[in-house]
């Protein structure tokens, strides 16, 4: 089985760093802590610190020189988007193993360092890609002389982010994607909806071991569905980041601000407790379809009472 200790960072890729870094810091707040260019590399990067999270980066990368990560965005029409989400192994040898018994390529390494490479069934589509490093190693985008840098001070009003809640992924079965996560790396299920609960989707959300940030799966319900469009257009690729925010009115007030518009906002009550939750383009969120969570009390939105208690199997 592959080992996840835990979730290091998601990395943007973007044709322009510093109009997006600037987007990250003045709308979400995120702190810069490294910056580096690292032509032989072909990549220059700045590490974000996501506030009220411990260990939590968001990273944008952009070309410099020759190297993969230009190839990338000529294959996605030149546009910024999620490129990888990193992590931390306990061997990485022991990984690369694993990956090649179940088919897994990999796309790009720095040998004894890190691999990149997709960790979804490979039949089906290049899925999302991951960049695992071993113990002892804390470079793995070409960061290896990254330089510590002090955060300015925060211009205008932030998101109010506490933290990375979960990544999302679309894929034609939720069940069969989970099954194989959790054969593949131990992701244990925690959530979902019932099939009928949403006309044009299912969902189910994965703890991933050793990390904080969760993994959701949707699959598209009936006829018309947007994640089957999604999936015609992008394969099972990453659709969406979700943040959570302390104050649902700080946070849209922060959007307005920065003339940032929202979409698909819904609200509920669950035992007696409050819930609410809104989407940003990813034209206005540097490539990343971005959704807002605000939560009256913890495990009010997701991750409640979902799954049927004294169940032994980990998906459903």
């Not at 707040?29 to 032509?39: A, C, I, L, M, S």
């Amino acid at each position: 089985m592959l080992r996840i200790y835990r979730i290091d960072h998601v990395a943007v890729a973007t044709p322009d760093l510093d109009k997006h870094v600037g987007l990250f810091e003045r709308v979400f707040g995120f702190r810069r802590t490294h910056e580096w260019d690292n032509p032989l590399a072909g990549v220059r990067g700045v590490r974000l610190e996501v506030p009220g999270a411990f260990g939590q980066y968001w990273v944008v990368i952009a070309p410099s020189g020759d190297g993969s990560l230009q190839g990338w965005l000529d294959e996605h029409g030149g546009r910024a988007g999620l490129h990888h989400v990193g992590a931390e192994v306990p061997d990485l040898d022991a990984a690369v193993a694993e990956l090649e018994s179940r088919g897994l390529k990999v796309t790009d390494s720095v040998p004894g360092n890190w691999v990149e490479a997709s960790l979804s069934p490979p039949e089906h589509g290049p899925g999302v890609l991951w960049r695992l490093r071993g113990p002892g190693n804390l470079a793995m985008l070409g960061d290896e002389d990254a330089r510590a840098v002090s955060p300015g001070p925060v211009e205008g009003p932030t998101l109010g982010i506490l933290g990375i809640d979960h990544i999302c992924q679309a894929f034609h079965d939720r069940d069969e994607l989970a099954r194989w996560y959790a054969e593949l790396a131990g992701f244990v299920q925690v959530w979902r909806t019932a099939e009928d609960e949403i006309p044009d989707m299912a969902d189910l959300v994965l703890n991933v071991p050793g990390s904080s940030i969760c993994w959701e799966v949707i699959t598209g319900r009936g006829e018309d569905s947007f994640v089957d469009k999604f999936l015609a257009r992008s394969g099972p690729a990453a659709h969406h980041v979700t943040f959570q925010v302390a104050d649902w009115d700080t946070a849209l007030a922060a959007c307005a601000a920065h003339e940032i518009p929202t979409f698909d906002d819904e609200e509920g009550v669950k035992d007696g407790a409050a819930w609410k939750h809104t989407f940003i383009h990813p034209k206005h969120a540097g490539g990343v379809l971005v959704q807002l969570f605000w939560e009256e009390r913890p495990g009010v939105w997701v991750r409640s009472d979902k799954i049927p208690p004294n169940t032994t199997q980990p998906v459903g």
